[in-house]
């Protein structure tokens, strides 16, 4: 069979996946969600000053940043992804073809559907839908389960599964450009930046902005979990903790501060994003039984 050449890279994308997927059609009302952490910094600007000023949600091969791994780069682990899941589309690609990664919100969480990647979200419009595609598990496990939303068979297994409440979602990959102004309903934000640069910046974005309950999570009661992410973390989380507690505000200001690794930043941000959820994905003895079952996939996201 002669490669699949024709159209664009996107196009080429979608149908590669759309031939590997099954199952009937996406609910219209579900909705793709980009999670990640608005007070993070490129050089020494807010993330969201240079999205109002590009007007365009990147890729990480073009921000050349992650809230996971940083392996997008020719012959990265990224890269070799998207090379098997697109069946070679974005191979020869310029970086700004390439599709952005979010998670399909078929749980309806007011947090967004991947808050492992930070306690922001833009929630995509309906459009949106229509070029993603999606794999379950995320696509670090190498998946051979996809979809797009004409084939979605990817929500029954993945509420059939029982993972950890931040493996909890579907990975979706948007393919074209993902314009503030058009293809965003809503960034909806941690009560945490109430009052801060953050929310000013956030007014500077050509949509809406919305608030979640907030995630928070007492020091007392993060020590009761010393194996979710290790001894360190929890040490580290106690260290920056502010009256006791942690909540998102708290955690960019450290990684802002420039004293701490991102990476075991990003550890004590999963313990908060787990345990400190708004959401019944986090808190009390429901949380503490689903931790007990030893279902986490940790992984480079």
Not at 11 to 26: F, Q, Y
Not at 51 to 56: S, T
Not at 136 to 164: C, H, K, Q, W
Not at 211 to 222: C, E, K, S, T, V
Request: proline fraction near 6%; include cysteine; glycine fraction near 10%.
């Amino acid at each position: 069979m002669s490669a699949d050449t024709s159209g664009s890279p996107q196009e080429r994308a979608l149908r590669h996946v759309a031939a590997l997927s099954s199952g009937g059609p996406l609910e219209p009302h579900l909705r793709v969600t980009l999670n990640f952490h608005p007070d993070r910094r490129e050089g020494d600007r807010l993330i969201l000053l240079r999205l109002a000023d590009d007007g365009l949600y990147h890729s990480q091969f073009i921000t050349g940043t992650s809230n996971g791994g940083l392996t997008a780069h020719p012959g990265g682990d990224r890269w070799r992804w998207e090379s098997r899941i697109f069946g070679g589309a974005y191979d020869h690609a310029p970086a700004h073809d390439r599709p952005v990664y979010g998670a399909l919100n078929f749980r309806r969480k007011p947090i967004g559907a991947a808050a492992r990647f930070g306690s922001a979200h833009f929630r995509l419009t309906a459009e949106a839908l229509s070029r993603a595609t999606f794999c379950y598990p995320d696509s670090f496990f190498e998946p051979s389960t996809f979809g797009v939303v004409s084939r979605m068979a990817l929500i029954e297994l993945a509420t059939a599964d029982n993972p950890d409440a931040l493996d909890d979602y579907i990975e979706a990959q948007v393919h074209g450009p993902v314009r503030l102004d058009r293809d965003v309903e809503a960034l909806v934000l941690d009560p945490s930046y109430r009052g801060t640069a953050v929310q000013a910046a956030a007014h500077r974005l050509p949509c809406p902005i919305e608030w979640h309950a907030g995630f928070r999570l007492a020091i007392d009661q993060l020590r009761r979990y010393p194996d979710y992410r290790g001894q360190e973390y929890v040490d580290l989380a106690t260290e920056i903790a502010v009256d006791g507690h942690l909540d998102p505000r708290i955690i960019g200001d450290a990684a802002c501060a420039g004293r701490y690794d991102p990476q075991a930043l990003k550890k004590v941000w999963h313990y908060l994003a787990r345990f400190g959820s708004p959401f019944d994905t986090g808190q009390g003895e429901g949380s503490l039984q689903c931790y007990q079952l030893g279902n986490c996939r940790e992984h480079a996201s």
